[in-house]
């Protein structure tokens, strides 16, 4: 007999962990593509690129948000000095995701075909995009993650759970 199992069954934690590892594979594909402008473009990874941008990443900051980032300030002690590290991280948020989705129209029109009015112009802004976005993601996997596991309880793990099945369903 099989379960259907919510869009979010394993850890939260863990799934968040997973998302920041595909989001380094993003980067690493959006370097490939820059490397390759502007006549050597795989056009499917531009259109799997975009996809990535435009759906994929909204959802992961909404999660953080929504769900982790205000359960780790309620569980954070005074010496985790975790307020200004989340505030930075979800102002970059805001920013990476008025960014990507510049970016992804570039990419949806490489992935269709199309060619790059400016390569020069597109190459930088995705090299601008993926470092930063790195060094974003290593950030939030050296800083906050330790620190989600370490003062989350189960209570929280289980409503940040639902918040995700909950911002699944809402996507979809």
């Known amino acids: 007999m099989s379960e259907k199992l ?12 997973n998302a920041h590892a595909v989001q380094v594979e993003m980067c690493d594909a959006m370097e490939r ?7 050597e473009v795989d056009r ?3 259109a799997q690129v975009a996809s990535c941008l435009l759906f994929d990443l909204p959802l992961h900051h909404h999660d953080e948000e929504e769900g982790l980032f205000p359960l780790l300030r309620a569980r954070a002690k005074p010496e985790d000095g975790v307020d200004k590290i989340l505030e930075r991280l979800a102002s970059e948020h805001s920013s990476d995701n008025d960014f990507a989705s510049e970016i992804a ?6 992935g269709q075909g199309g060619r790059p009015a400016n390569p020069e112009m597109l190459g930088y802004m995705l090299r601008g995009f993926f470092e930063r976005y790195r060094r974003h993601v290593h950030w939030e996997n050296q800083l906050v993650m330790p620190l989600a596991r370490l003062r989350l309880t189960r209570e929280d793990l289980a409503e940040l ?3 995700m099945n909950e911002n699944r369903r809402q996507a979809s």
């Open 33 to 39: 593509i820059a490397d390759g402008l502007p006549d």
């Open 6 to 17: 919510s869009p979010v069954a394993r850890n939260p934690l863990d799934m968040i962990a």
């Open 44 to 46: 499917r990874l531009c």
């Open 161 to 163: 759970q639902s918040r």
């Open 105 to 110: 129209e570039a990419l949806e029109t490489l």
